[in-house]
C-alpha cells in the first residue's frame, strides 16, 4: 500500500462545481502540502500544513481551500472550478525537520470543462 | 523572478556525456536544498539532498554554493535510464519550492 495516498487519480467536472481532492498518510509526518503542476511550470506551492492547527497559503492559493482533518488527512477544495484549474495536483508529506524531503503521492489529474 | 529559476532545457546529450543543472534562488535564507527526478507526470522521487559541502552519490553529484545563491546537479557517464526531467527543491522555512524543472534526454 502506498504511504501517501490520494484520491481520486482521475477526475473531469465542470465549471462551476464543487469539488474536493483527497489524502491520505501512513507515514507518521506531521507536514503536509498541495501542489498543483503545469506544462513548463514545475510544482507550484498552493496550501501547506505544519500540524493539524497550522495551515499556510503557498505560491497560488486563490480559487483553493484546505482541510486538515487530522495529522493523517489533508483535503484540497475547489469551491467553483474553472478551466484554468486543470492540471496535475500532488500532495506531499515530510517529518518536521529541516532536512526533511517530501514523500509524493500519485497525483490527481483533474480536468475542468 | 520567481524564487527558484533552472534552465527549463531540453538537454539532449548522447549516452555516456556528461551534463550539469544549474538552479538559482533568491531567498538566501533559504535552509536546505534537493534534487527531485520526475519521470512521464509521475511524482516526483528524491534523487539525492543537497549539502554545504557537497555530495555525491554514485554518478551524480551536487553543490551548493550560497554566496552566490544556487546549486548544481552533475550527471556523469549518463545512462539512457536518466532521461527524466530533474527538479530543484528549496527549503524556505519549511516552505519547499520547487523550480520548473530541466528536462533530460539520453540517446543512444
Known amino acids: 500500500d502506498a504511504d501517501v495516498t490520494q484520491t481520486p487519480r482521475n477526475r473531469i467536472t465542470k465549471t462551476g462545481k464543487r469539488i474536493m481532492l483527497e489524502c491520505s498518510q501512513t507515514?507518521?509526518?506531521?507536514?503536509m502540502y498541495w501542489y498543483r503542476q503545469d506544462p513548463g511550470l514545475g510544482l507550484r506551492l498552493i496550501y501547506y500544513?505544519?500540524?493539524?492547527?497550522?495551515?499556510n497559503k503557498g505560491e497560488i492559493s486563490d480559487g483553493y481551500s484546505v482541510s486538515r482533518q487530522a495529522q493523517a488527512k489533508f483535503s484540497l477544495s475547489l469551491e467553483s472550478a474553472i478551466p484554468n484549474q486543470t492540471a496535475l495536483y500532488f500532495c506531499?508529506?515530510?517529518?518536521?525537520?529541516?532536512?526533511?524531503?517530501?514523500?509524493f503521492g500519485n497525483g490527481t489529474r483533474l480536468t475542468v470543462t | 523572478r520567481k524564487e527558484v529559476e533552472q534552465d527549463p532545457g531540453p538537454f539532449n546529450v548522447p549516452e555516456g556525456a556528461t551534463v550539469a543543472f544549474n538552479c538559482t534562488y533568491s531567498n538566501s535564507a533559504s535552509q536546505s536544498f534537493f534534487w527531485y527526478r520526475q519521470d512521464c507526470r509521475k511524482e516526483p522521487k528524491l534523487l539525492m539532498s543537497?549539502?554545504?559541502s557537497g555530495n555525491e552519490d554514485g554518478r551524480f553529484t551536487a553543490q551548493l554554493n550560497r554566496a552566490s545563491q544556487y546549486i548544481s546537479l552533475l550527471i556523469r557517464d549518463s545512462k539512457l535510464s536518466d532521461s527524466a526531467t530533474y527538479l530543484c527543491v528549496v527549503n524556505q522555512g519549511g516552505k519547499l519550492i520547487f523550480g520548473q524543472g530541466t528536462e533530460l534526454s539520453v540517446k543512444p
Open positions: 507515514k507518521g509526518h506531521d507536514r
Open positions: 500544513s505544519f500540524d493539524v492547527k497550522d495551515i
Open positions: 543537497v549539502y554545504s
Open positions: 506531499a508529506t515530510s517529518d518536521s525537520g529541516g532536512e526533511s524531503p517530501l514523500h
